[in-house]
């Protein structure tokens, strides 16, 4: 069973414009990660923000930031004013538990920023 | 800052053949990652080692090996390719002894394998 859902397989956002991509996970595990990565078309991961699941705030870093909503197991990425720079493939990524290092990926969200 | 090296970079093998890739992991990072992603597929992961030795396993083909060496870079040996072997191959690392590694996993730009 999928383990990490992104629903959006393709999103479109204006530049300057905020946006928000989807994710939701699955696991009975009461302590585990997610992770966001950005993927350009190079094809690099680049790790973006990382969320526990015993974190008390949402996590940010620069324009990403992480609405986790626990009890929803949602963890859904906004990106606040988009740049043209920002068009990649955005891939959700969860660790589970503290023993399994491994990271369980959805399979992605197509982004396109437009000026 | 030093980031994940995997060489090569791009690999073109024809069916039946061996390939070996390699992976040299954040100074300090004593765990490696290796994942694999098709086209227009997310990663999946394949194997992982921790302070040299195996530590968790994933979806890897009895085709493939891998292991860490002492100075922990990684290598994944891939024999009787397979057209379906074609696929972008990540090396990721972690510093898991300070548990940083719940956290953080830095990924390598890849090595694109094309079988033929």
């Known amino acids: 069973a999928q383990k990490i859902t992104q629903t959006q397989p393709g999103m479109f956002v204006q530049e300057k414009e905020a946006v928000t991509l989807d994710c939701t996970y699955d696991?009975?595990?009461?302590?585990?990660?997610l992770f966001w990565y950005k993927q350009p078309s190079s094809g690099e991961m680049i790790f973006l923000i990382y969320?526990?699941?015993?974190?008390?705030q949402n996590a940010t870093e620069g324009r990403y930031s992480l609405n986790f909503q626990k009890a929803r197991k949602s963890a859904n990425l906004v990106i606040s004013a988009s740049q043209l720079g920002d068009s990649a493939m955005y891939f959700c990524?969860?660790?589970?538990?503290?023993?399994?290092?491994?990271?369980?990926f959805g399979k992605g969200t197509s982004l396109l920023v437009t000026p | 800052a030093a980031g994940v090296i995997q060489s090569p970079r791009h690999l073109i093998k024809e069916k039946r053949e061996t390939a070996t890739l390699k992976c040299y992991p954040i100074?300090?990072?004593?765990?490696v990652y290796w994942y694999q992603q098709g086209p227009g597929q997310d990663p999946q992961f394949l194997i992982s080692?921790?302070?040299?030795?195996?530590?968790d396993k994933g979806s890897i083909p009895d085709r493939f090996s891998a292991q860490q060496f002492s100075d922990y870079h990684s290598e994944l040996n891939m024999s009787s390719l397979e057209l379906g072997d074609s696929a972008l191959y990540f090396c990721?690392?972690?510093?898991?002894?300070?548990?940083?590694?719940?956290?953080?996993?830095?990924f390598g730009p890849g090595t694109r394998l094309t079988v033929t």
């Open positions: 696991t009975s595990d009461p302590s585990y990660g």
């Open positions: 100074p300090r990072h004593d765990t």
């Open positions: 080692f921790y302070e040299k030795m195996q530590s």
């Open positions: 990721a690392s972690s510093f898991r002894r300070n548990l940083a590694g719940l956290y953080e996993q830095y």
């Open positions: 969320q526990g699941s015993y974190d008390q």
């Open positions: 990524a969860m660790r589970e538990g503290n023993s399994g290092y491994a990271l369980n």
